[in-house]
């Protein structure tokens, strides 16, 4: 991967990505402004490049606001809680930068099994998958055709991925060694606030540290979650037949 010099450019099309006004976290901060405020954009490359050579960033942008925002009535066990965290705005730009860049070595390299439908360029996600499955069906009925097909399901698999893979998976693939320094850096760095009703319910000496698994809210997040599977998806191709 080549080395990755961020522009004002890049700045741009980052916020340009993200929505205005979706909930900020601790730096208080929505997209909106900076895609107004175009004349940060340069200040702002300059930045972000700064942290990325010298492998650190203030533990201020990773940390995270997980509001626990309850499923139903029954707010006594943990389980009926879904969380969902956010992060500063700051941080989801300048992981959102090298979330493309990423992406653009992935694709040129075509390191990405076929069977990963998520994190395309210009796809839908796993709504394609469902209408092909439909369409499938359909026509297996129709002419009265024998269909044996199977789906794999990680369990909280977001949650579940070790950190030492997620940095060796990043070296599998080559991924520039600037990046990959200072993605273990903040993943050393990893931590959240639990916020309940509004409150937050952790002391700030006791942040919750992020372990094990994905940071979710990260705008890189997802490419680098199907980036630690793709060894098991390309295992997995040889037994898929596609006519």
């Known amino acids: 991967m080549n080395p990755v010099i961020i522009t004002p450019d890049d700045v741009a099309e980052a916020v340009r990505r993200a929505p ?15 895609k107004g405020f175009v004349v940060c954009h340069a200040v702002l490359a300059r930045q972000f490049q700064e942290p990325l050579d010298q492998k650190s960033l203030p533990s201020l942008f990773t940390t995270g606001i997980t509001h626990l925002v309850p499923k139903d009535r029954d707010t006594i066990d943990p389980s009926k809680y879904r969380p969902i965290t956010c992060l500063p705005t700051i941080y989801k730009t300048l992981t959102s930068i090298l979330s493309a860049r990423i992406t653009r070595h992935l694709n040129s390299n075509q390191v990405m099994s076929r069977a990963q439908n998520e994190c395309r360029g210009g796809g839908r996600g796993t709504k394609e998958p469902l209408l092909i499955d439909a369409a499938i069906g359909k026509v297996v009925k129709r002419n009265r055709r024998n269909l044996s097909a199977a789906w794999i399901d990680y369990k909280k698999a977001f949650d579940s991925v070790p950190h030492t893979w997620l940095k060796r998976v990043l070296k599998l693939y080559k991924v520039n060694f600037r990046v990959r320094d200072f993605l273990g850096q903040c993943m050393g760095q990893w931590k959240t606030i639990l916020c309940h009703l509004g409150e937050r319910i952790t002391a700030a000496e006791n942040h919750i540290r992020i372990r094990m698994g994905i940071f979710q809210g990260d705008c890189l997040s997802p490419i680098w979650f199907c980036l630690s599977l793709n060894p098991l998806s390309t295992l997995l191709e040889p037994f898929v037949r596609c006519e």
């Not at 006004?21 to 909106?32: A, F, N, V």
């Open 20 to 34: 205005n006004w979706k909930s900020q976290g601790l730096d208080g901060l929505h997209h909106y402004w900076v």
